[in-house]
């Protein structure tokens, strides 16, 4: 399909892999069961049009900034936001953003990915399906695609793989985003009369409003703000550090991950200046000020796909050094906005760009070129959507 039929209010649903909840019980309620229950409401009401949305930002992680970008262009009227959750102590749906965006779990049938779950698909055949539909990570059955065979169905894996999903799972969608002509490539050879878009929704769709330059000391020469899980390659910029004669400052920023205590004691073996935050994670606002102490930012991954810290440390007027075996994303790093250098150089890269800080202007790379305005407007043209 190319276009999008009108409704109103027209919803797009982004499904995350996210999941909840304590264990799976021993049975799962049948659709028929769940049907009667969204029916009656027992188990929340649908998405209600309304006029009075408030003017707001596109901003958030990358689960919200390309449906916050669809709205502002008038390409759907709502958003919903769904995750899974195991148990069958459903968390009510949160309504603190409603009518713009309404945020729902839905119980999982299993943990096999992609996820099935009675209960998504009871709803979609209660209240029918969305406008528009984005799947992202480990994705859902393809009885839940199949009952949404009249919606615009966007994938994208957020990851180095540029599909997560089987052939059989995949073939539904209208259009993958991938993060690398390679992973285009790839979708292109499995399915070929599908459209794909380099288009990776980390990077993509960037907010100036929520990253920005602050006035003010640099006492860090780098940040690394990234998982403590292994893809993330900390190691790269640590050995880098110790192969430096004068002590350098890093500090690295942890969302998540199991291998932060490791991490921590593989800098203070190595004897190097690193300054640890997290895990848990920070808000959006304190890293963009934690990234404001420093002179520049990394991403030493390899296998990973194009993470959104590319263009946020950008915004925040840091050049970027990145591996230069990065899977997806290196189209962000360009003589405006940072470096790259492999594994064993990348001691270099960091001493050739902490001479020459003053020649890089990243953030006004990013709002040429990657800022929501532009992403959504590709986005537009390539699901031949011009008039609402």
């Excluded at 309620?29 to 409401?41: A, K, N, V």
């Excluded at 209660?126 to 199949?146: A, H, Q």
């Excluded at 001479?355 to 990243?362: A, G, I, Q, Y």
């Excluded at 709002?367 to 390539?382: F, M």
Aim: net charge negative; charged share 20%; with cysteine.
């Amino acid at each position: 399909m190319t276009m999008i039929e009108k409704s109103k209010p027209r919803r797009l649903v982004v499904i995350s892999d996210f999941q909840g909840g304590g264990p799976f019980p021993a049975d799962i309620p049948s659709i028929e069961t769940l049907q009667q229950q969204w029916q009656s409401g027992a188990r929340g009401t649908p998405a209600i049009a309304t006029d009075a949305i408030p003017d707001f930002q596109v901003e958030g992680g990358y689960i919200e900034r390309l449906p916050l970008a669809c709205v502002k262009a008038g390409m759907v009227d709502v958003i919903e936001i769904w995750t899974h959750w195991r148990s069958d102590d459903l968390p009510e749906a949160d309504l603190s953003q409603a009518p713009l965006i309404i945020r729902r779990s839905f119980q999982m049938n299993g943990p096999e990915a992609p996820f099935h779950s009675n209960d998504m698909l009871a709803h979609i055949q209660t209240f029918g399906p969305p406008e528009m539909l984005c799947v992202w990570g480990l994705g859902v059955s393809e009885e839940i695609l199949i009952a949404c065979d009249k919606t615009y169905k966007i994938y994208n894996s957020i990851d180095a793989p540029a599909l997560r999903i089987s052939p059989e799972v995949s073939r539904h969608f209208d259009l993958v985003l991938t993060g690398a002509e390679w992973q285009s490539d790839e979708v292109t050879a499995l399915h070929p009369q599908m459209r794909t878009a380099i288009l990776p929704i980390g990077p993509e769709f960037a907010s100036d409003s929520m990253f920005y330059p602050i006035e003010g000391a640099e006492p860090y020469d780098i940040i690394y703000v990234a998982a403590a899980q292994g893809y993330k390659r900390h190691d790269i910029l640590f050995e880098a550090m110790a192969k430096f004669p004068c002590s350098l400052r890093a500090l690295c920023v942890f969302g998540y991950g199991e291998m932060s205590e490791d991490l921590r004691q593989q800098a203070h073996d190595l004897g190097i200046d690193v300054d640890f935050v997290g895990p848990p994670g920070v808000s959006f606002a304190e890293v963009n000020r934690l990234m404001n102490l420093a002179k520049m930012g990394v991403v030493c991954g390899v296998n990973d796909g194009a993470p959104a810290i590319l263009t946020e440390y950008m915004l925040a007027g840091l050049p970027v050094l990145a591996n230069n075996h990065l899977s997806c994303g290196l189209q962000y790093i360009t003589a405006q906005t940072g470096q790259v250098a492999s594994a064993e150089q990348f001691h270099e890269g960091i001493a050739s760009m902490l001479e020459k800080l003053d020649t890089f202007s990243p953030r006004q790379a990013v709002i040429d070129n990657w800022t929501w305005p532009h992403s959504i407007e590709k986005l537009r043209k390539i699901i031949d959507i011009s008039e609402y």
